[in-house]
């Protein structure tokens, strides 16, 4: 069973810089693809940006292109989320998923974190 446990998140001012961590145990061997959604109250989960664990390609939301880069420590197991340049509208609770099977394009993953909460202030 994948477990995943984020830190990192808190409080920033528009413009702040602040890097998420996702812990990753119970077998990275099964794992195709990790991922960032994120959720704001009353809004529905997004997605924000995935990683291929055997080579780090990548996948982004259109709206954290530039912004925010996400990478993997294969020797740590552990999956990033540098995001610069914060703005306000990014405030939400940042969840870390990993999937077996589906490709970094999907939006279905098995296995999920109980979240970080990130809150830009203006």
């Known amino acids: 069973q994948v477990q995943l446990v984020e830190s990192g998140g808190g409080l920033v001012q528009d413009g702040d810089s602040l890097r998420l961590s996702c812990a990753v145990s119970g077998g990275t061997f099964s794992i195709n693809a990790l991922a960032w959604f994120r959720q704001a109250p009353g809004k529905e989960r997004e997605f924000v940006a995935a990683?291929?664990?055997?080579?780090?390609?990548?996948n982004y939301a259109d709206f954290v292109k530039g912004r925010f880069t996400i990478s993997r420590d294969t020797a740590k197991n552990t999956v990033l989320l540098q995001m610069n340049n914060l703005k306000p509208e990014d405030t939400a609770a940042y969840y870390c998923?990993?999937?077996?099977?589906?490709?970094?394009?999907?939006?279905?993953?098995?296995?999920w974190g109980q979240g970080t909460q990130v809150t830009v202030s203006s």
């Open positions: 990683i291929r664990w055997r080579d780090g390609f990548t």
């Open positions: 998923a990993a999937e077996p099977r589906r490709s970094v394009y999907s939006n279905e993953y098995r296995f």
